[in-house]
């Protein structure tokens, strides 16, 4: 089988700013229990998804193109660039902000402990 990414725009994600493209390369049910998102994600210039907690999950992120800051369990504020991974490990919490003038492209994976 081959079809297209499912395109999906959210709003102020986790508590963050502005908006977030989501390329879904899997749909949830496609994970077939193993997890609840695998996607590319588009952060705009000044965007950001805000600082959660992963309960049960993790998710790593994989920086494609462009350079953000990447906010750690501990409080740490870490520049990222292309070929960077952000490891969150099950029961961390992270954020993620694009305070640069190009986009931020990353793959995510929210798979189960």
Known sequence: MV???KVEIKREVRGGKGEVEFQHILEK????GHGSLYAMVR??????IGYH????NTEPYFIVEGHGTFVDQDGSRIEVGPGDVCVIEVGQGHAMENN??????FMAL???E
């Open 53 to 56: 907690q992963h309960i049960g």
């Open 3 to 5: 079809r297209k990414t």
């Open 43 to 48: 952060l705009k210039p000044g965007c950001s």
């Open 110 to 112: 929210i798979y189960n």
């Open 29 to 32: 049910d496609e994970l077939n």
């Open 100 to 105: 640069s003038d190009q986009d931020l492209v």
